[in-house]
């Protein structure tokens, strides 16, 4: 009888072990707090951006003389004496190589704070 009553309080004791997590959760009252205030708009863009990545995309619309090609609609610039771009083989290629249709990978300058100036272009 004591053998089987203790075996059933580590029993309770184990399973209470297990339904305890640490680390993860706020406390509860930071959690209630976060729940009930909203992300603001500029916080999620700042998470949202990854500017020192590269962007991949078609060319739809390519204008070298405005230094300008739109990428699923958005438009970008680019400074055509500062780009650099670089063909398949990976060699340096003139800015004249963009072409409409072009499946492209492209980084932002990092000083644009709009994220729209393209510093480095690569051909696919």
Do not use: N
């Not at 009252?29 to 700042?46: C, D, F, N, W, Y």
Request: no cysteine; charged share 20%; hydrophobic share 50%.
């Amino acid at each position: 009888m004591m053998r089987t009553l203790i075996a059933f309080i580590l029993l309770g004791a184990i399973a209470s072990s297990h339904a305890v997590t640490t680390g993860g959760q706020p406390p509860a009252g930071a959690r209630s707090a976060a729940i009930q205030a909203p992300v603001k708009l500029e916080a999620a863009k700042a998470m949202a951006d990854d500017s020192s990545g590269l962007r991949k995309g078609t060319l739809e619309v390519v204008d070298v003389a405005h230094g300008s090609f739109h990428v699923f609609g958005q438009p970008h610039t680019f400074d055509v004496a500062k780009v650099r771009v670089f063909g398949r083989d990976g060699k340096a290629a003139s800015v004249y190589a963009l072409r409409r249709g072009a499946a492209v990978r492209f980084t932002v300058d990092p000083a644009d704070a709009t994220h729209r100036r393209v510093a480095v272009i690569y051909l696919d």
